[in-house]
Nanobody, 123 residues
Framework: QVQLVESGGGSVQTGGSLSLSCAAS????????MSWYRQAPGKEREFVSV???????KYADAVKGRFTVSQDNAKNTVTLQMNSLQPEDTAMYYC?????????????????WGQGTQVTVSS
């Protein structure tokens, strides 16, 4: 029952910035993590960042210090602020929703993925 809508992708020059958003619906009353992954053509999907249900954030080494994940004014929306973008950041970015807490009867441990949004960084 979870749906994720991603937005904010686009093309920027090296050193530029983009802000990605992920809006979740369904099971949002449950404790959940919101994560970002990315996948470049011919490469494996890799972890980028997570905003955990306990509000702790984590980042992949490749983006640490440049990307920031946070909760938007909209309660069930998370934003990935991407600064100092490099060509290596070019990829399809996916939002991931993971239920991690709540009564099992109303909070099944659902894992859902967004459709992805393209980020392209040119030299």
């Amino acid at each position: 029952q979870v749906q994720l809508v991603e937005s904010g992708g686009g093309s920027v020059q090296t050193g530029g910035s983009l802000s990605l958003s992920c809006a979740a619906s369904g099971y949002t009353y449950c404790a959940h993590d919101m994560s970002w992954y990315r996948q470049a053509p011919g490469k494996e999907r890799e972890f980028v960042s997570v905003l955990q249900s306990n509000r702790v954030t984590k980042y992949a080494d490749a983006v640490k210090g440049r990307f920031t994940v946070s909760q938007d004014n909209a309660k069930n929306t998370v934003t990935l602020q991407m600064n100092s973008l490099q060509p290596e950041d070019t990829a399809m970015y996916y939002c991931k929703f993971t239920v991690v807490g709540g009564a099992q009867t109303i909070c099944p441990r659902v894992v859902a993925w967004g459709q992805g949004t393209q980020v392209t960084v040119s030299s």
